[in-house]
């Protein structure tokens, strides 16, 4: 199994802490919303790149970068890839 196989099999222990979420939705201009599940479906949709380096794991899709600790499975951020990011969100 890929080590990305291990995120997928653990996405329901996927979760951030408040600070992370408030740093989530300003770092993406995000409304009022459920970061994880935002997220969530980022990392679960079949075009999302996952790649593990050292202790987190990075999941590149629809041009946002997301690092999640391996271990926690923390979100610790998410950002935009580019500066055309926000376009292909669809925010």
Request: hydrophobic share 35%.
């Amino acid at each position: 199994m890929n080590s990305s196989q291990f995120l997928l099999d653990n996405i329901d222990r996927l979760h951030t802490t408040e600070m992370g979420r408030e740093r989530i939705k300003k770092n993406l201009g995000l409304p009022d919303c459920d970061v994880i599940s935002f997220c969530r479906g980022l990392i679960t949709d079949a075009t999302c790149r996952i790649s593990r380096k050292g202790k987190n794991w990075y999941c590149e899709n629809k041009g946002v970068v997301i690092t999640v600790n391996a271990s926690s499975y923390t979100v610790i951020t998410a950002h935009p890839h580019n500066a055309l990011s926000e376009q292909r969100i669809g925010i």
